[in-house]
């Protein structure tokens, strides 16, 4: 066995699609990675089992992990442990995930949203590396959040991360993921331009965007942008309407927080051209003055494995001092 004089951890990110795991040491930097297909139909044991095997090869040449940190879908307890619920696997119903892991692994084990373990990664390594507050989106099928505040994670009076996508935001009656109608993700998602476009096509509207491929790979922000680009009318209406919704999104961040930085994630890079304008068109027009213009939006240059690197170097430093780091802002 070799000796390893610097302390690492193992982070690990739950994907309702795949499993990333790696070591992680306190710069950031990730080894021994291993990455395999959820399998959401096996349920808890069969999914903690083949985590638990591929933390064993990781880290078989190590002299031991400080702790692995476990970045998993929501809602979820930080503090307690417990899942409430995770949208897209079965079986996980108030499970106490952090503490069936621990007697797997047998190291310490810190339990926090996937959102914020990305986050957390951005907070460390990328963009927000030099400020003390800032806001993290997640633009995919739903729109998650993170806030980070004075250098400290935000987590709620429940343990709960920020859920931004879920304020009401219009008296219109689009339908929301989580059921509620007229919230900021039933505007701003994929699972959104999905449902106004397929309505545009049956009500006779000319698009050239092809919906049945579009149905079959999957729709995503970064898809609609290509069709707009090439002058598609459906196609740029939407995107306008995703980004309005955005920078009014942003505009309750401005003015409630007077934050300096957003970092928007989540595949947006090749459409965030088209987007910006409208954003921050909207975001000037809603937000006062002062905390619009202060507020800067960046889009995020992390990889697929940033959730897995935050929830290590989150377990690095909560091992060390979790009271600086959760809770109290
Ligand atoms: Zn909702």
């Known amino acids: 066995m070799k000796s390893n004089p610097e302390p690492m951890a193992v982070g690990i990110d739950l994907g309702g699609t795949n499993i990333r795991l790696g070591i992680v040491n306190p ?74 892991l621990h007697a797997r692994l047998g190291c310490p ?21 030099s400020v003390d507050s800032f806001a993290m989106i997640t633009l995919g099928t739903g729109l998650g959040s993170s806030l980070i505040l004075n250098g400290k994670l935000w987590v709620g009076s429940s343990g709960m991360s920020p859920e931004l996508g879920h304020i009401p935001i219009s008296e219109v009656d ?38 049945e491929k579009l149905l079959l790979s999957g729709f995503s922000i970064r898809k609609i942008a290509k069709y707009a680009q090439a002058g598609d009318a459906v196609a740029i209406e939407e995107l306008n309407r995703y980004a309005r919704y955005l920078g ?8 409630l927080l007077n934050l300096e930085l957003v970092v928007v994630s989540g595949g947006v890079s090749g459409a965030w051209t088209l987007l910006e304008p409208v954003v921050r ?37 909560a091992c060390k001092t979790l009271q600086n780091t959760v809770g109290d802002v």
């Open 109 to 129: 084990v810190y339990l926090l949203n996937d959102a914020d373990a990305f986050a957390w990664c951005e907070f460390r390594t990328g963009h927000a590396k």
């Open 281 to 317: 068109r909207e975001l000037d027009t809603q937000a006062f003055p002062l905390q619009a213009s202060t507020m800067r939006i960046m889009v995020s240059q992390q990889s697929e494995w940033g959730g897995a690197i935050g929830a290590g170097l989150w377990a690095l430093e």
């Open 174 to 211: 689009d339908i929301c993921g989580c059921g509620c109608s007229g919230h900021l993700e039933s505007f701003v998602s994929s699972r959104a331009i999905r449902t106004r476009i397929r309505s545009a096509v049956t009500s006779g509207r000319e698009t050239c965007m092809d919906i």
């Open 27 to 100: 710069a950031g930097d990730l080894s021994e990675t291993r990455s395999f297909p959820t399998q959401p139909h096996e349920g808890p044991e069969s999914i903690i089992n083949r985590m638990h095997k591929a933390f064993l090869e990781i880290t078989g040449d190590h002299s031991g992990p400080v702790a692995a940190g476990l970045g998993a879908p929501g809602p979820l307890n930080s503090r307690t442990g417990i899942v409430e619920s995770m949208p897209n696997l079965p079986g996980w119903e108030h499970y106490p995930l952090r503490d069936e």
């Open 248 to 255: 009014r999104g942003l505009a309750v961040l401005a003015n």
